[in-house]
């Protein structure tokens, strides 16, 4: 069982920064490949960014790429998501998620949500 909670989320700014952290309990974190979502009202759930074990390889959403980053502390038991340069369209309700992939239903263990709002 893996245990995921989200912070970091808030309101900002178009074209601020924020970074999200999710802190995972498993003791087996390190061996897990993570990813993050996101989830607009009304809208379906859609991949953001994704980071393997090691955290050697990453890999984004069309629309993020070049302005959010993924990465992972390991021995925090951590995978965080930096966001720069935050648009209006980037406001939703953003969850991390350990799996591979672009797909959600590839994902076991999902966190509660952090807000992220981005005021125009």
């Known amino acids: 069982q893996v245990q995921l909670v989200e912070s970091g989320g808030g309101l900002v700014q178009t074209g601020g920064s924020l970074r999200l952290s999710c802190a995972a309990s498993?003791?087996?974190?390190?061996?897990?490949?993570m990813g993050w979502f996101r989830q607009a009202p009304g809208k379906e759930r859609e991949f953001v960014a994704g980071i393997n074990w090691s955290g050697g390889r990453t890999y984004y959403a069309d629309s993020v790429k070049g302005r959010f980053t993924i990465s992972r502390d390991n021995a925090k038991n951590t995978v965080y998501l930096q966001m720069n340069e935050l648009k209006p369209e980037d406001t939703a309700l953003y969850y991390c998620a350990a799996g591979w992939g672009i797909v959600a239903a590839a994902y076991n263990y999902w966190g509660q949500g952090t807000q992220v709002t981005v005021s125009s």
């Open positions: 498993a003791s087996t974190f390190s061996s897990l490949a």
